[in-house]
C-alpha cells in the first residue's frame, strides 16, 4: 500500500482557489489515488479519484503528475463550507481498503 | 436513492459487553468496508465483506467480527468490549464505479 503525504494545514480565502498536494511517491501502477474530505464528527465524503488522468467533477479537480508521484486537489471557489480535513489516499481497487494518514485541514477564511 | 446507512446513530455501552452495528450498502453496491476512527485520528480499515466472505482484514483482534448477508447489508461485531474500543465506526460500501463511500457511522461509548 503506497503511503501518501500532505501537509497538516492550510488556509485559503474565500472565493480563491484551494490547492492541496499530496506526494504518493511510491505508487504502484494499478493504485488509484482517492480524495476524501471530512467535516467534524461526520462520514468521510467523497471527493474524486482517478488513476493517472487529470479528472474534473461537480465538486473538484484532480491533478496528478504524469509521473504519477504526486497530484494536487483543486476546488476552484472555495467556501466557508469547504472547511474540513482532506484525505489524499492510494487505493487497490480489488482491495478496497483506504489507508488513510492524517490528511490536511483546510481552512477556509472570509 | 439512499445513501449509505448505518444503525444506531449512538450507543453506550459498558466494558465485557458485546455490541452490533449495522450498514445498508448504497443501491447497487456489493461490497462493504468497516473502519473505526478513534477520536483525532483517522479512520482505521478493519475488515471488508464482498459475496459475503470476509476479503481484507486490517490489524484488528478476534474480538471484531462481521457478516455480510445475500442482500450486501453487513453487521459488525465487537465482543468484551474495552474502553478502548470507544470511537465512531463507518461503513463504506463500493459499486461498480470504482466509487467508495461512507455512511455517517454510529458513534460507540463504553463506559
Known amino acids: 500500500d503506497a503511503k501518501t503525504t500532505q501537509p497538516p494545514s492550510m488556509d485559503c480565502a474565500e472565493g480563491r482557489a484551494a490547492n492541496l498536494p499530496c506526494n504518493h511517491s511510491?505508487?504502484?501502477?494499478?493504485?488509484?489515488v482517492y480524495w476524501y474530505r471530512q467535516i467534524h464528527s461526520q462520514g468521510p465524503q467523497y471527493i474524486i479519484h482517478?488513476?493517472?488522468n487529470n479528472e474534473t467533477n461537480e465538486m473538484a479537480s484532480l491533478i496528478i503528475t504524469e509521473d504519477r508521484k504526486s497530484s494536487t486537489l483543486i476546488l476552484p471557489h472555495a467556501t466557508l463550507r469547504d472547511t474540513a480535513v482532506y484525505y489524499c489516499?492510494?487505493?487497490?481497487?480489488?482491495?478496497?481498503?483506504?489507508?488513510f494518514g492524517q490528511g490536511t485541514t483546510l481552512q477556509v477564511k472570509p | 436513492d439512499a445513501g449509505v446507512t448505518q444503525s444506531p446513530t449512538h450507543l453506550i455501552k459498558t466494558r465485557g459487553q458485546q455490541v452490533t452495528l449495522r450498514c445498508s450498502p448504497k443501491?447497487?453496491?456489493?461490497?462493504v468496508s468497516w473502519y473505526q476512527q478513534a477520536l483525532g485520528q483517522g479512520p482505521q480499515f478493519i475488515f471488508q465483506?464482498?459475496?459475503?466472505?470476509?476479503?481484507q482484514r486490517g490489524n484488528f483482534p478476534d474480538r471484531f467480527s462481521g457478516h455480510q448477508f445475500p442482500n450486501y447489508s453487513s453487521e459488525l461485531n465487537v465482543n468484551a468490549l474495552l474502553l478502548g474500543d470507544s470511537a465512531l465506526y463507518l461503513c463504506?460500501?463500493?459499486?461498480?464505479?470504482?466509487?467508495?463511500?461512507f455512511g455517517s457511522g454510529t458513534q460507540l461509548s463504553v463506559l
Open positions: 482517478g488513476l493517472k
Open positions: 463504506a460500501s463500493m459499486g461498480p464505479n470504482e466509487k467508495l463511500f
Open positions: 489516499i492510494a487505493l487497490l481497487l480489488n482491495t478496497g481498503k483506504l489507508i
Open positions: 511510491t505508487i504502484s501502477g494499478n493504485e488509484y
Open positions: 443501491s447497487g453496491h456489493d461490497t
Open positions: 465483506y464482498y459475496e459475503e466472505e470476509e476479503r
